[in-house]
């Protein structure tokens, strides 16, 4: 495809989802880090519900995302050393991956626990696996390590952009940001 043909900014769908779902990842972690650390109690156990409420929405719009992202052509990279290039790359390509693996995981982990998942309380959502105390264990510690890799992920994803923004001054957040170029 010529460069001029390239789009500068992402479309306001992809902008959409991109902002929806880092609020929903922001939410999803923060509710997820806050019940685990309360004793046992309803509140907790609301909170437990959210959070799976949270990670399912979050894995249903990841499946828009990445539909999306495949069928429209994004905006051309801005120049960038090659290490950065790659580490961009390589970021990105993982916040795919636990975009996904984290809910997924967090999916099963309730089901070998013995807890379904029940999507707003309303529609119940099938069992991945039946219930299993060992692999519930493995679950829980595999659910976690995506989630704080997911969010340093995240962390750096911000800290890059804010770079590019604060200090190249490049306007790579334009790209992603709505409003006017």
């Known amino acids: 495809m010529p460069l001029s043909s390239t789009p500068r900014r992402y479309t306001r769908t992809a902008m959409a989802l991109h902002w929806v779902m880092a609020l929903g990842l ?3 972690i923060a509710v997820g880090w806050y019940a685990s650390e309360l ?7 609301k909170l437990i519900n959210w959070h799976k409420w949270f990670g399912i929405t979050l894995l249903l719009l990841f499946v828009v995302r990445f539909a999306w992202r495949a069928t429209h052509r994004p905006p051309a990279e801005v120049p960038a050393p090659l290490w950065q ?4 790359h390589a970021v990105h390509g993982l916040l795919y991956v636990l975009m996904a693996a984290v809910p997924l995981l967090g999916w099963a982990y309730s089901n070998a626990a013995g807890f379904p998942v029940v999507w707003f309380g309303v529609l119940p959502l099938p069992d ?21 890799s997911l969010a340093v992920l995240i962390a750096a994803h ?20 709505p409003g006017k170029d």
Do not use: F
């Open 26 to 28: 922001i939410g999803a």
């Open 39 to 45: 004793p046992m109690s309803l509140a907790r156990l």
């Open 85 to 88: 290039a790659r580490a961009a």
């Open 128 to 148: 991945w696996v039946g219930p299993n105390k060992e692999l519930a264990e493995t679950l829980k510690g595999l659910h976690k390590i995506a989630a704080w």
């Open 158 to 177: 911000v800290g890059a952009a804010l770079k590019h923004q604060l200090i190249d001054r490049d306007r790579l957040l334009a790209r992603m940001w």
